[in-house]
């Protein structure tokens, strides 16, 4: 089972940046897939963007040159980089992890608010 802390949340004001992590801790088939998803109120959740063992990337069209993902494999770690907040990107972020046998994982989530 794996254990996933977010952080890195918070309040920032339109033009900001933030920079989300998650770490995973404890034992799994070993880690494939890390994303990061997000809510905001009222919508459904919806994939931000995810990266794979590979380094392969994929992110969600409203966010394209704006935001970054990385992994630290060694650390089990995955990294969001937030350029050029909007006040749309608010929502709770969470973190996603699938292992090698198909284990799907979550974070507790962290608020992220993008306001003046």
């Known amino acids: 089972q794996l254990q996933l802390v977010e952080s890195g949340g918070g309040l920032v004001q339109p033009g900001g940046s933030l920079r989300l992590s998650c770490a995973a801790s404890?034992?799994?088939?070993?880690?494939?897939?890390m994303a990061w998803y997000r809510q905001a109120p009222g919508k459904q959740r919806e994939l931000v963007a995810q990266?794979?063992?590979?380094?392969?990337?994929n992110y969600a069209d409203s966010v394209k040159g704006r935001f970054t993902i990385s992994r630290d494999n060694a650390k089990k770690t995955v990294y969001l980089q937030m350029n050029s907040l909007k006040p749309e990107d608010t929502a709770v972020y969470y973190c996603?992890?699938?292992?090698?046998?198909?284990?799907?994982?979550w974070g507790q989530g962290t608020q992220v608010t993008v306001s003046s």
């Open positions: 996603n992890v699938v292992d090698w046998g198909a284990k799907d994982y």
């Open positions: 404890g034992s799994s088939a070993g880690i494939y897939v």
């Open positions: 990266i794979i063992s590979t380094g392969n990337t």
